[in-house]
């Protein structure tokens, strides 16, 4: 057969060449290994037994491109990976394109309570050490077992867990929360055991209880608002206990958060309590709790209801804690050693101080008062102690008045602060009384005190002659 095409003139060619490329053009598809491109594409490829190979080049050379074009396709050998060109935003950036086997093992896309493992006995217990990522609403008919796994969203507002009754996380171990929100009318936490528990960034709303966290080595509670739950949270045994920008808001109703049982210790740190009228902020009247380290430091108190239920003992009059906590908040007393203070008082004395030697000193007899005492007590006449956990200074003001009955005799008496029974020459006065003299005395100093020192006030004289002073009227300030 005679190829007619070569026995065309060199304008014939031409004008064979224009028509076909006429002809693409107008038709904008190309199939190759099929004469029927489809109509949608500009380039059908078709084959059973060969791919399509774009070009390969190292990490370098990839970016050496000049101008990569929007959508510019390559296939890095260093990273073994295709990327593309995101030309926006300006000045654009090569995107990996991702394939499963990039993806981490131990990770799960949760889009419907189908994506979990299917629950045995009304629980859902997840895979040890597994991220399961939430990705919209998820509603539940059954409790997860968080099985030391990780619970995770993008966005707490577009991420949530919903279930109408019965608790949404269960079980005895612990895992992490994040970036989810926890609603439906349920309870948020029945967790009763587990060496950490992590929650972040989350929402709990509308629940008919948070529920109960307790028998952990560690809590850690950091940015989570709750809104619009009828009743609080319970923490009961815990290792240790800390709490990060807990957001409460007045929509709440019930106990806000309650203390049971023992723990190492508890940090509170920022955040907010509005209590609403017949709500209580925080409780730790339980008798029982245990705390062998406190610290609520820079929570916001507010609102018309009852901001703490106190210790039922080991509190002072006007505040809520015992020696184990130190307190910080607004809308709520301070409490910690800085704020430790004691006073005693008495008035119309006539007990005199018996004067047995001279210059020998003697505790001022007679009956003291003991009031504003926090961090301090008054366990028996003429004596304060402090009970805080750690050793301070104190300033010491005292002031009295008294009566030398010897008549025509005038003595020296001198007055001292004693700690301990011991003389503190620092902190003393002294004073000349004619016979039958009325006069006042004066003492000011710091002492140091650590836990259970107590003082005292001493008088001395020069002589032991004569009748005993008294002291009528005597106060004492330790702050």
């Given at each position: ?5 070569a ?12 028509i076909?490329f ?6 904008a598809?190309?199939?190759?290994g ?27 050379q ?9 959508s ?5 050998t ?9 030309a926006t ?13 990039n ?12 994506d979990f493992p ?11 050490n597994?991220?399961y ?23 707490a ?19 992490s ?74 929509t709440?109703?019930?106990?806000f958060?309650r203390?049971t ?59 809520n ?18 704020e ?14 018996n004067?047995?030697?001279?210059n ?19 366990p028996e006449?003429?004596r304060?102690t402090y ?12 002031t009295g ?9 005038t ?60 002291v ?8």
């Amino acid at each position: 057969m005679k190829n007619s095409y070569a026995h065309l003139s060199s304008s014939g060619k031409v004008f064979t060449l224009l028509i076909l490329f006429l002809s693409f053009s107008i038709n904008a598809q190309v199939g190759i290994g099929n004469t029927n491109p489809a109509a949608s594409s500009v380039l059908d490829v078709t084959s059973t037994t060969q791919g399509m190979l774009v070009p390969r080049m190292t990490t370098l050379q990839r970016n050496a491109i000049v101008t990569p074009a929007n959508s510019l396709l390559v296939y890095d050998t260093d990273l073994e990976s295709f990327f593309h060109f995101d030309a926006t935003p300006d000045p654009g950036s090569w995107v990996k394109i991702n394939s499963t086997a990039n993806e981490r093992n131990n990770y799960k896309l949760v889009k419907s309570a189908a994506d979990f493992p299917a629950p045995v006995g009304g629980i859902i217990t997840l895979v040890s050490n597994t991220l399961y990522e939430i990705n919209g609403t998820i509603t539940l008919n059954a409790s997860i077992n968080l099985n030391d796994a990780y619970v995770w969203g993008l966005d707490a507002n577009e991420d949530i867990l919903f279930r109408s009754s019965g608790p949404v996380f269960q079980g005895t171990t612990g895992g992490s929360i994040r970036n989810i929100t926890i609603t439906g009318g349920g309870t948020a936490f029945s967790i009763t055991g587990g060496t950490s528990l992590l929650v972040q960034n989350t929402i709990i709303t509308g629940m008919a209880s948070v529920g109960t966290i307790s028998n952990l080595g560690l809590y850690f509670g950091n940015i989570i608002q709750f809104l619009n739950n009828a009743n609080g949270i319970t923490y009961n045994n815990i290792g240790s206990l800390l709490l990060s920008n807990q957001a409460w808001f007045g929509t709440n109703n019930g106990t806000f958060e309650r203390f049971t049982g023992t723990f190492s210790q508890i940090q509170k740190a920022s955040g907010f309590s509005t209590v609403p009228s017949g709500a209580i902020g925080l409780d730790v009247s339980t008798n029982g709790l245990a705390v062998t380290n406190g610290v609520i430091n820079g929570t916001v108190f507010s609102g018309a209801g009852t901001y703490v239920n106190k210790y039922t003992t080991g509190s002072y009059p006007g505040y809520n804690f015992t020696n184990a906590w130190t307190v910080d908040c607004p809308g709520i007393p301070g409490e910690g050693d800085s704020e430790a203070i004691g006073y005693y008082y008495m008035v119309g004395n006539t007990t005199p101080t018996n004067i047995q030697n001279s210059n020998t000193p003697y505790k001022i007899a007679g009956t003291t008062t003991g009031t504003n005492l926090f961090r301090t007590t008054h366990p028996e006449n003429n004596r304060l102690t402090y009970k805080g956990r750690k050793s301070r200074s104190f300033e010491i003001i005292c002031t009295g008045s008294m009566i030398n009955p010897t008549l025509l005799t005038t003595k020296t008496f001198t007055f001292y602060i004693y700690r301990n029974g011991v003389k503190q020459p620092s902190i003393s006065a002294e004073r000349k009384f004619t016979g039958n003299d009325i006069g006042n005395f004066t003492l000011i100093g710091t002492l140091s005190l650590a836990t259970d020192d107590s003082i005292e006030v001493y008088l001395e004289s020069d002589s032991s002659a004569g009748g005993n002073p008294v002291v009528t009227r005597m106060s004492l300030i330790l702050k």
